[in-house]
């Protein structure tokens, strides 16, 4: 079982939707939650972080954490075509900074 | 944030050479993160450059094949030894504010070994 995975995707979303990217992880224990987004070409740029249950936006985008369920999501909303990238999930565990990255989900905003 | 300047932004190498990748960074830093990304694929970790002691490396990932260097809170290098095409690969940095920050990353070195 891989520590966190992601659908590889292609997703693919008109301009102006809600794009939905999630995340599940295996280590129970782990304590801080990331999203990155990578253009191509580009190296990843950190947009998100998230540390307890619940919800947490900024601008755009919303990040959920579902520790009981091992689940994070990424919801960007009002889509645009410069948010086509892939997004890269990241979780670290407890007493440490080291991070484990998803494989990342391509994402496509068609205008 | 931080930073971080990286070099080379690419090179291409010929097998059985090594190349040696810098990492300066503008400010102190405790920890540094070498990683490795394959093409189509995500970041593995290969070692955590620590200040003032030996890197910690990842399963996988030998200090004879990775050497790292850490000589003072704002500079690192990692050295990819003896190469083969198989370490064709986006090399990248980082540094984190904290424990409960995420990181940056620098440019990357783009490495082809033929």
């Known amino acids: 079982q891989k520590e966190v995975e992601q659908n590889s995707g292609p997703l693919s979303v008109p301009e102006g939707a809600i794009a939905s990217l999630n995340c599940t992880y295996s280590d129970r224990g782990s304590q801080s939650f990331f999203w990155y987004r990578q253009y191509s070409g580009k190296s990843p740029e950190l947009i998100m972080s998230i540390y307890s249950n619940g919800d947490k936006e900024d601008g755009r985008f919303t990040a959920q954490l579902n520790k009981a369920s091992q689940y994070v999501s990424l919801l960007i909303r009002d889509s645009q075509p410069s948010d086509s990238a892939t997004y890269l999930c990241a979780v670290r565990g407890t007493g440490g900074f080291k991070t484990i990255f998803g494989a990342g989900t391509r994402l496509f905003v068609k205008a | 944030s931080a930073v971080i300047s990286q070099k080379p932004s690419r090179d291409i190498c010929q097998r059985g050479t090594s190349l040696t990748i810098q990492c300066q960074v503008d400010?102190?830093?405790?920890?540094m993160f070498w990683y490795r990304q394959q093409p189509g694929q995500s970041l593995t970790l290969i070692a955590t450059?620590?200040?003032?002691?030996?890197?910690?490396?990842e399963s996988g990932f030998v200090i004879d094949k990775f050497p790292i260097s850490r000589p003072n809170l704002t500079f690192s290098t990692l050295t990819v030894s003896n190469m083969s095409p198989e370490d064709s690969s986006i090399y990248l940095c980082?540094?984190?504010?904290?424990?409960?920050?995420?990181?940056?990353f620098g440019s990357g070195t783009r490495l082809t070994v033929v």
């Open positions: 980082s540094v984190g504010a904290g424990t409960n920050y995420g990181y940056t």
């Open positions: 400010s102190q830093v405790t920890m």
């Open positions: 450059a620590n200040q003032g002691s030996e890197a910690t490396y």
